[in-house]
């Protein structure tokens, strides 16, 4: 029995004769997916499978299937006859294009065998000089077939064919079973004693041999070290450096793969011509003064590291000099070449170091790539990759990642062991998991179908006219996306309520959450402002940090679409100020152990942003009735007066008037003269974000309203509004009927309304909104007209719809979660913008304003 | 809250009508509507009710009072839109009072404006001493503007703003004024007179446009229009703010800010007057070359100096200079890209992008939306970028994205900046010092300024770089537009 070994991802070349059984055989031995057939594409470009004319257009077809599986890492069978050289020559360059494996399996059977077969399908129609000529060709290219395969069976005979079993073979590189944790441990370069210090220092238990040197290291905690390679050279004690981790990946407390320096040792030490420098030649010195046991011992592990792993179900790579995705997992000779060496440029720089293509600029990849090779002062995050080599060789630092937590661990260099060719890069600051432009966003970010991955709804479809329109405010109006990690959702209202007088009470935004299960509500005044974004960092330092900002801004406030709220950036600075001094005084920094947070609040008053619509719109409506509406009356007055029957005229026009007024004195509540930053407020009512934690995630509505009280009365610049809120118990009349109460002054007041949020843990089967909003009467006649309150009006008015506000509110909801979620967790800056770009493209969707 | 904007207003829409004619009451035949009656006449929006309050012998008014119905207004123009929100939400502005009230006039007063009376056939042919008083017109451009339409055709203009709230006095005055016309004129001349240029006056953004709107305008114009000195503002006016129905998702955006719509695409203030546009060199010799025009030319020549035949214009507006480079064979491979989707639907229409068989032999590769921002694959493989005045439209901190994004990722042989020299704003009469040229511009560079930016652009990118000035070069304060050729 023939155990045939082929890759889990790779090319299986079918070799054989027409009628060599290999559709059979793939048949019983490989999914129909997985089964690509000549016959059968040139059925698909020709209707008839025999059609040997078709040809040529079948093997495109098939070529181009083979590609796109091969590109999505798939396990692809070829079942042709492919007996010339010349074919298979156009299957392996496919493979090699993917960085596959290619693997062939010859069938070989007697022609009389193919010949017999081929009769009892008289719809081939095949003259009898074909198969022989086949077989001549097949004969011919066998010679080719070891040079152009890794590896090929050839199964000879039905019965061995019969016989034959399949096994699954892994690639080296894969290790996805192996889930840490981990501690990726940055480019060694002989510093044996760092090494120590390091392993020490993140908790690993060093072995010692009878001489005391370190053979070996276990961590008491289960964690795997691995190795991103450069072990050797430069440093004192490259022998020291291998001789412990030897020890530990042979016990299976480490991983490592290649780096340049071991390829190049390698080369060396078999005798080969190499340059000798780049610290080779103390490597070579120490390594002759080894005993021929361990040079032997060396070399075999050196040449047997592999180039890179895949860890952890594909999350986490490993290679020297990093991997761009398409490589990830894939075995082939550049492949290596990109893991030991990078992407170089084949240019190179003064300092005649080669340029290195800056790959992780453009990495958008799922997985964490983690690599070593050029020297940087600190370690730091690119779109999620990170490079460790700190230069401990160069008097720098010897640097540790812990997986999956994210945490640099790093100890010093003993001394300066080797002096660098150049200055180690300037430091580009930045710890773990900074907001910065690392390079540009990609117009694939945002641009395209295939919408946002979210945390609470899966993905968010985004269409493409929508991004469009987004592309080009958020291009030419939207602040700095460094600064825009969120864009606030919209609200839906409660449902229409069938209340004389009322479009919106509170029964309903309150029953609406009765109904799904949730049993205590919070409910939020709502300002009549505009939303307001804040972003404050504690410092320039802080900002220069985390979000990248060299220059010395601290911070953004802007508005729903992104835009600065204000237009002179001292004002934005102020306004800062004030939050920054409010934000220490309350002692948030500290409690949320972080130095920047994101605050999500209303600016008042209505008329410091809103200046041109109050002017454009409501005050020239106001006006326009003020100038009217006496006129109308009074002529209205003299045709009454001559007796003429105006049929309720003149009570409507005069009942116009009183809307009219109503509806000035409603937007005038919300106009206050702002001088300078006087008159000015800023009512927070949710931390959206701080380091590491999504607040708006991690903590109920009751938090959010405690956290916002408290930077109001720490504040005092007069700038932060409280708001205010109660809690409602749904089960209780009381409590409803008081919070109605409350919402009645308030709005008899002239308050905007409340916004009613769940509290308590959220049933995970049924959708919820996040919030529903309940507006006063008054208020509304801002938003419906002056006379949406006659009777009539309103029976009509109630009629609106409100299905696909509420399904954009939870869409919107859904993507500013996750903007938030990806910001905390130290995501790369084209993974935010992402799902901010997704917020503002949603909303060019048309809902009706109104709601 | 969430900006949008609402219904114009909706009270205001009276127009009164009164002649002191002897034998006054003669205005009721005239007008077709009896002076003792009360009528009503249902409007798609509203109603339109016709009295008389005053009708004696030496006195005799007319009354239009026009009763919109704002919620009917925004339901009514919901059909035939796939979502009836939708509707409601693309009609919520364009229903401009005065629009409302000339169709009204042509519903109600349809046989007295053509100038019809059996009953008195000789007096609508007669000029009659009248007072036409609208107790709010909004009136784009304040009373002066009213002055200067209706004076012309014989009026006395009383016209006085109305403030937009007087607890608020530093807003100033609405839009609207309060108008009244006394003089002495034909009848149907001044019903019509009042259909066409009380919209014209509102100059907002109408649309129920009807094929036959020009048909409209010269029969309503008969006898008055032709010899109005500003004839061509009016019928401009009347036929240009008539736009499609559908709102693009843009405008949308646009209302949820506080900006008005105009700012999204903000006028492009021309330095000086503009060549005829895609006129066959219709320039007359003596008439000066436009600095947009020796910026076309400055960039088409920067062009052909490095050879470079494949170019795409980073930034390319309604497409002018991609109108330039097809007309000239030299150039092989033309696209272009812009941000805002207006400007490429001009530019698309500009190279009949989309009808048929593209112009050029095929040569306009691509015009496609893209942001400058963003690095795009789309940008590369062209020998030339053209970025013309386009840096300037960049906040200073995307500034660096920018730079990487063309120099670092499309990285083509050529590029070509130019800008605005900000020494030369001078020079402008009429441009308040320091001001710049547009309001979109978010700096202006100075000619050292500039070779500054480029001079550390150009090292970090491997390009040389060589400065041109465009227009006039003055001695003093150099010329108007300044050009980067970088190269590499």
Redesign the interface.
């Known amino acids: 029995m023939t155990e045939i070994r082929v890759p889990e991802m790779g090319l299986v070349v079918l070799v054989g004769v027409t009628g060599s059984g290999k559709s059979h055989f793939a048949r019983s031995h490989f999914k129909p997916t997985q089964v690509v057939s000549s016959d059968h594409c040139r059925g698909v470009v020709s209707d008839d499978e025999n059609d040997q004319s078709a040809s040529g257009d079948a093997f495109d077809l098939l070529h181009y299937i083979v590609g796109k599986r091969l590109r999505r890492g798939l396990l692809t069978v070829v079942d042709a006859t492919n007996v010339q050289s010349r074919s298979r020559e156009a299957l392996l360059r496919i493979a090699k294009e993917h960085d596959v494996m290619s693997v062939a399996i010859v069938l070989d059977v007697p022609e009389s065998l193919a010949a017999e077969r081929n009769a009892v399908r008289p719809e081939r129609n095949l003259p009898p000089h074909v198969i022989p000529r086949q077989r001549r060709e097949l004969r011919r290219g066998m010679r080719d077939l070891a040079r152009q395969f890794r590896r090929h069976h050839v199964l000879t005979g039905a019965d061995e064919i019969d016989a034959a079993t399949i096994v699954y073979e892994k690639a080296w590189n894969d290790k996805r079973e192996l889930t840490g944790p981990f501690d990726v441990i940055g480019d060694v370069h002989g510093c044996r004693a760092e090494l120590e210090d390091l392993l020490t220092r993140l908790g690993y238990e060093i072995e010692r041999d009878a001489q005391g040197r370190a053979v070996g290291a276990d961590h008491p905690g289960g964690r795997t070290a691995v190795f991103v390679g450069d072990l050797v050279d430069r440093g004192p004690d490259s022998p020291g450096v291998l001789r412990l981790v030897m020890g530990m990946v042979g016990a299976g407390d480490a991983l490592c793969v290649s780096g340049n320096h071991e390829a190049k040792l390698v080369r060396a030490l078999r005798g080969r011509k190499v340059r000798v420098g780049h610290g080779l030649e103390k490597s070579l010195e120490q390594f002759a003064a080894e005993d021929d046991d361990f040079r032997g011992g060396a070399l075999n592990f050196m040449a047997g590291l592999i180039s890179h792993y895949v860890l952890d179900d594909g999350r986490l790579v490993v290679a020297h000099a990093g991997l761009k995705e398409e490589y990830h997992g894939r075995a082939s000779g550049r492949v290596r070449s990109f893991a030991l060496y990078g992407d170089t440029t084949g240019e190179t720089d003064e300092y005649g170091l080669p340029v290195r293509y800056p790959w992780a600029r453009d990495y958008r990849g799922k997985a964490m790539v983690v690599y070593g090779h050029t020297p940087i002062p600190e370690a730091e995050w690119v779109n999620n990759t990170i490079c460790l080599d700190t230069g401990a060789v160069f008097g720098g630092k010897l640097t540790a990642l812990r997986y999956p937590e994210r945490e640099l661990v790093s100890v010093p260099a003993r001394q300066v062991w080797y002096e660098p060719t150049r200055p180690l890069e300037a430091p580009a600051a930045s710890s773990a998991g900074a907001h910065r432009e690392n390079d540009v966003l990609n117009i694939g970010d945002v641009l395209g179908e295939q919408g946002v991955e979210t945390r609470l709804m899966g993905r968010v479809a985004v269409r493409e006219e929508n991004a469009r329109a987004a592309l080009e405010v958020m291009s030419r109006f939207a602040v700095d996306p460094r600064w825009l990690v969120y864009l606030p959702p919209t609200m839906a209202p409660a449902a229409t309520s069938p209340l004389p007088g009322h479009l919106e009470h509170p029964a309903e935004a309150l029953a609406a959450y009765r109904d799904k299960g949730i049993t205590r509500v919070v409910c939020e005044e709502k300002h009549m402002g505009s939303r307001a974004v804040a972003v404050v960092c504690r410092d320039a330092a802080v900002a220069a940090e985390r979000f990248g900002m060299p220059d010395g801004t601290t911070g953004a406030v802007y508005t729903r679409t992104g835009r600065s709220f204000f237009r002179d950036p001292s004002r934005t600075a102020e306004v800062l100020d004030r939050l920054r001094a409010a934000i220490g005084a309350a002692g948030l920094w500290d409690e949320l152990d972080t130095g920047w947070l994101v605050i999500d609040g209303e600016l008042l008053p209505w008329s410091a942003k809103a200046m041109d619509l109050i002017r454009t719109q409501y005050a020239a409506a106001g006006a326009a009735a003020r100038a009217a509406l006496p006129m109308a009356s009074e002529v209205l007055a003299r045709a009454s007066e001559r007796g003429l029957d105006l049929g309720g005229l003149r009570e409507h026009i005069g009942r116009r008037a009183v809307n009219a007024s109503l509806f000035r004195d409603a937007y005038a509540r919300y106009c206050w003269t702002v001088d300078g930053l006087t008159g000015l407020r800023f009512a927070p009512f949710q931390i959206l974000a701080g380091e590491g934690r999504s607040w708006a995630d991690a903590r109920d509505h009751e938090w959010h309203m405690a956290v916002a009280g408290r930077l109001a009365e720490s504040d005092t610049s007069d700038l932060v509004q409280r708001t205010e809120f109660m809690t409602v118990d749904l089960g209780s009349p009381q409590s409803e009927a008081a919070v109605t109460e409350w919402w009645e002054k308030l709005t008899a007041a002239g308050g905007e309304g409340m916004v009613v949020k769940p509290l308590g843990p959220l049933p995970d089967e049924v959708k919820i909104q996040p919030g529903l909003k309940c507006r006063g009467p008054e208020y509304l006649r801002i938003i419906y007209g002056p006379d949406y309150t006659e009777p009539e009006n309103l029976d009509r008015l109630r009629r609106r719809s409100l299905g696909r506000k509420r399904s954009l509110a939870m869409r919107e909801h859904a993507l500013g979660a996750e903007a938030l979620a990806r910001l905390a967790a130290g995501e790369p800056m084209w993974r935010v913008h992402q799902a901010v770009f997704a917020v503002l493209a949603l909303e060019s969707e048309p809902v009706d304003p109104r709601l | 809250?969430?900006?949008?904007?609402?219904?114009?207003?909706?009270?205001?829409?009276?127009l009164?009508i009164t002649t002191t004619l002897d034998q006054a009451t003669d205005l009721g035949f005239l007008l077709h509507k009896h002076p003792?009656?009360?009528q009503r006449f249902e409007q798609s929006h509203g109603t339109a009710?016709v009295?008389?309050?005053?009708?004696d012998e030496r006195r005799c008014?007319a009354?239009l009072?026009l009763?919109v119905d704002?919620?009917?207004l925004v339901?009514t123009r919901g059909r035939g839109t796939p979502?009836?929100?939708?509707g409601?939400?693309?009609n919520d502005r364009p229903y401009a009072?005065s629009s409302l009230l000339a169709s009204a006039m042509s519903n109600v007063f349809r046989t007295a404006m053509r100038g019809r009376c059996d009953a008195r056939p000789e007096l609508a042919q007669t000029p009659i001493p009248l007072e036409i008083?609208l107790?709010?017109l909004?009136c784009k451009g304040g009373p002066g503007q009213a002055e200067r339409f209706f004076a012309p055709l014989g009026w006395d203009v009383s016209a006085v703003p109305?403030?937009?709230?007087p607890?608020?006095g530093?807003?100033g005055d609405?839009?609207?004024v309060?108008l009244k016309l006394t003089g002495t004129l034909r009848l149907a001349d001044a019903l019509n007179q009042m259909y066409v240029l009380l919209p014209v006056l509102d100059d907002a953004k109408h649309y129920w446009m009807a094929p036959d709107e020009v048909d409209k305008l010269i029969r309503a114009g008969e006898g008055w229009l032709a010899a109005h000195p500003d004839r061509g503002a009016i019928t401009r006016r009347y036929l240009a703010n008539r736009r499609g129905l559908v709102r693009?998702?843009?405008g949308?955006?646009a209302?949820?800010?506080?900006?008005?719509e105009e700012e999204l695409d903000p006028v492009q203030v021309e330095e000086e007057p503009a060549p005829v546009e895609d006129g066959e060199d219709q320039t007359p010799k003596d008439q000066p070359v436009s600095l947009a025009e020796h910026r076309l030319q400055a960039v088409v020549r920067a062009l052909h100096d490095e050879n470079a035949q494949r170019v795409i214009d980073l930034g390319c507006g309604t497409g002018k200079l991609l109108a330039r480079l097809l007309k000239d064979g030299f150039f092989t491979e033309i696209s272009g890209t812009d941000?805002?989707?207006r400007a490429l639907s001009h530019a698309w229409r500009r190279l009949h992008w989309d009808d048929g068989p593209r112009r050029g032999d095929g040569r306009v590769r691509d015009v496609f939306?893209?942001?400058?921002?963003?690095?795009?694959d789309?940008f590369a493989g062209y020998e030339a970028a053209v970025l013309m005045e386009v840096v300037e439209?960049i906040?200073p901190?995307?500034l660096g994205?920018v730079e990487?994004?063309v120099f670092?990722?499309a990285a083509p042989r050529v590029v070509i900046v130019t800008t605005p020299n900000a020494e030369h704003n001078v020079r402008y009469e009429g441009l308040a010092p320091g001001a710049m040229r547009h309001p979109?511009h978010r700096f202006e560079w100075t000619r050292a300024e500039f070779r500054a930016w480029a001079d550390r652009v150009a090292a970090a990118h491997g390009y040389r770089v060589r400065h041109v000035p465009v227009g006039d070069d003055d001695p003093e304060v150099g010329a108007p537009t300044q050009m980067g050729v970088f190269t590499r």
């Open positions: 809250m969430r900006h949008f904007n609402i219904v114009r207003h909706t009270w205001g829409v009276l009164t003792d009656r009360v009710h009295f008389y309050p005053d009708a008014t009354a009072l009763d704002p919620i009917e339901r979502d009836f929100s939708l409601q939400y693309v009072a008083a107790p709010a909004p109305v403030p937009l709230d607890e608020f530093e807003w609405s839009r609207y309060t693009s998702a843009l949308r955006l209302d949820a800010e506080d900006a008005p941000v805002s989707h939306q893209g942001a400058l921002t963003y690095a795009d789309r439209h906040d901190p995307r994205a990487r994004v670092g990722h979109d």
